[in-house]
């Protein structure tokens, strides 16, 4: 069968149409699918903010965040490696090392909490209403009957942790030191299960402190010292040291943290009926 010159014509203007629809489809997939891969603390999974944050993030821009909830030292250690475009952490030493040493860009700091020191009600250190968390130390490590449960993960709460023992130049005897190798939530069950004293940010706290017997929950016995300051800091991963990272995702990601309507998501988020996160522009 022979065509003419209108028929392949035609034929050409409907390929070309097929074709122009397909880019287009998969140009509007391809943006629908950028991912913008982040490392972060465990405290931020446990405590619910994220999943407040995120899905506003992807409707405004697009970009899905998969994000690995980890210690900080581990979170970090994903920056360091490049399996991740940004990390967010909470321990400053940390955060300043990482980017010294050429791997990330630039401290954010985007909000704080704060860190109390929680235990059963019944209290055997005699610590309840202390607010000199290195005193507090000083009264768990020579408590006989006290028994303190770490994350023992490298994470920024154990960061801290090992800071106040030190500055409080003491040790918890082995018999009453437990090492869990734990994200927040699951050592505060563990110290909820034990009865026992644990470090951990409010917001994790108020949100997991639960039980079906309402006296063997834990209570707050230890808080408003300076040194329980806890920020969160975001770190884009620096290209020059990984060129495959996703920095315009990553840059994207800060400019949107620091807007009105992701600041109104950190204040307004409430846990307990209790506001848990305050913006920090500088420190």
């Given at each position: 069968m022979k065509y003419t010159f209108a028929q392949n014509f035609n034929v050409c203007r409907c390929l070309a149409l097929v074709l122009t629809v397909f880019l287009f489809i998969t140009t509007l997939t391809c943006q629908a699918q950028e991912v913008l891969k982040m490392s972060t603390t465990t405290s931020l999974?446990?405590?619910?903010?994220?999943?407040a944050l995120l899905p506003a993030f992807k409707d405004e821009t697009g970009i899905e965040v998969k994000a690995v909830a980890r210690g900080?030292?581990?979170?970090?250690?994903?920056?360091?490696?490049?399996?991740?475009?940004?990390?967010?952490?909470?321990?400053?030493?940390?955060?300043?090392?990482?980017?010294?040493?050429?791997?990330?860009?630039?401290?954010?700091?985007?909000?704080?909490?704060?860190f109390v020191l929680a235990g059963p009600k019944k209290d055997p250190a005699g610590i309840a209403g202390m607010n000199d968390c290195v005193a507090a130390f000083s009264k768990l490590a020579n408590a006989s009957s006290a028994q303190f449960i770490s994350r023992g993960d490298e994470s920024g709460t154990h960061f801290l942790e090992n800071k106040l023992w030190k500055e409080a130049q003491v040790k918890m005897p082995a018999a009453g030191y437990l090492s869990v190798g734990q994200g927040m939530s699951r050592t505060l069950l563990?110290?909820?299960?034990?009865?026992?004293?644990?470090?951990?940010?409010?917001?994790?706290?108020?949100?997991?402190?639960?039980?079906?017997?309402?006296?063997?929950?834990?209570?707050?016995?230890?808080?408003?010292?300076?040194?329980?300051?806890?920020?969160?800091?975001?770190?884009?991963?620096?290209?020059?040291?990984?060129p495959h990272v996703n920095k315009g995702a990553a840059d994207k990601f800060i400019s949107w943290i620091r807007s009105d309507a992701a600041m109104s998501i950190i204040t307004g988020f409430r846990v307990a009926d209790t506001q848990v996160f305050f913006p920090v522009n500088e420190e």
């Open positions: 999974l446990d405590n619910g903010l994220l999943d900080t030292g581990a979170a970090i250690l994903d920056g360091r490696d490049g399996n991740v475009d940004i990390i967010f952490v909470h321990a400053r030493e940390l955060e300043e090392q990482f980017i010294a040493d050429g791997y990330g860009v630039a401290r954010i700091p985007v909000m704080y909490n704060d563990i110290a909820f299960e034990k009865q026992a004293y644990t470090l951990v940010d409010r917001a994790t706290f108020l949100n997991l402190n639960q039980g079906d017997d309402a006296e063997s929950h834990l209570v707050i016995h230890c808080e408003g010292d300076k040194r329980f300051h806890n920020i969160y800091t975001l770190i884009a991963v620096n290209p020059k040291s990984h």
